[in-house]
Antibody
Framework: QVQLQESGPGLVRPSETLSLNCTVS??????????WGWIRQSPEKHLEWIGN???????IYNPSLKSRVTISGDLSKNHFSLSLNSVTAADTAIYYC???????????????WGQGALVTVSS | IQMTQSPSSLSASVGDSVTITCRAS??????LSWYQQKPGKAPKLLIY???KLQGGVPSRFSGSGSGTDFTLAISGLQSEDFATYFC??????????FGQGTKLEIK
């Protein structure tokens, strides 16, 4: 059973950097069969894809966040991380780490989710 | 690519059948998935490739459509089905976008 667990500060000051970790169990982050990613949900319940990381270490990002975001992986610890700099109140959200799968038909889906980590941006 | 769901909310009774619509701003072929989210929980994958049920999802859920118009149908609503449903497209990397959600409430 694949499980993901987010961890990190729940409060970040404006202009600082949001950092979250996702620990994976039941699967290997370094496996070539899966990708891993981050999705956030605003207080208004809108879901926004942030980015994915590949087993090779490469990553793709939502263009709206690309200038501020980095997703990286630590294969030895079987976890991956999210870093979002220069945060504002608009970055307040629940942040989910997810496993990303691609079907034979090319559909990209998110089949396992962490429980979510609420991050509030406030001074 | 923008995804627009309708209705935004829906009231129904146990045993009813309901339909939720998701419209894409451009042709996305069959690159569509559906998720269910209950309060305080993470979204759960229900359907992918428009109509394929994720493992463990009851057969009362079904999906259809292609191009720009898609439908999630639930027949014989059960109490555990009252939740918020989201569609998601994966045709348009580098951005995978979600609909705004449809909240299904008990009448």
């Amino acid at each position: 059973q694949v499980q993901l667990q987010e961890s990190g500060p729940g409060l970040v000051r404006p202009s600082e950097t949001l950092s979250l970790n996702c620990t994976v169990s039941g699967a290997s982050v370094s496996s070539g069969s899966s990708y891993w990613g981050w999705i956030r949900q605003s207080p208004e319940k809108h879901l926004e894809w942030i980015g994915n990381i590949f087993y090779s270490g490469g990553a793709i990002y939502n263009p709206s966040l690309k200038s501020r975001v980095t997703i990286s992986g630590d294969l030895s610890k079987n976890h991956f991380s999210l870093s979002l700099n220069s945060v504002t109140a608009a970055d307040t959200a629940i942040y989910y780490c997810v496993r990303v799968e691609t079907t034979y038909g090319g559909v990209v889906l998110f089949d396992y989710w962490g429980q979510g980590a609420l991050v509030t941006v406030s001074s | 690519i923008q995804m627009t769901q309708s209705p935004s909310s829906l009231s129904a009774s146990v045993g009813d059948s309901v339909t939720i619509t998701c419209r894409a701003s451009q042709d996305i072929g069959a690159y569509l998935s559906w998720y269910q989210q209950k309060p305080g929980k993470a979204p759960k994958l229900l359907i992918y490739d428009v109509s394929k049920l994720q493992g463990g999802v009851p057969s009362r859920f079904s999906g259809s459509g292609s191009g720009t118009d898609f439908t999630l149908a639930i027949s014989g609503l059960q109490s555990e089905d009252f939740a918020t449903y989201f569609c998601q497209q994966s045709y348009g990397p580098p951005v995978y976008t979600f609909g705004q959600g449809t909240k299904l409430e008990i009448k």
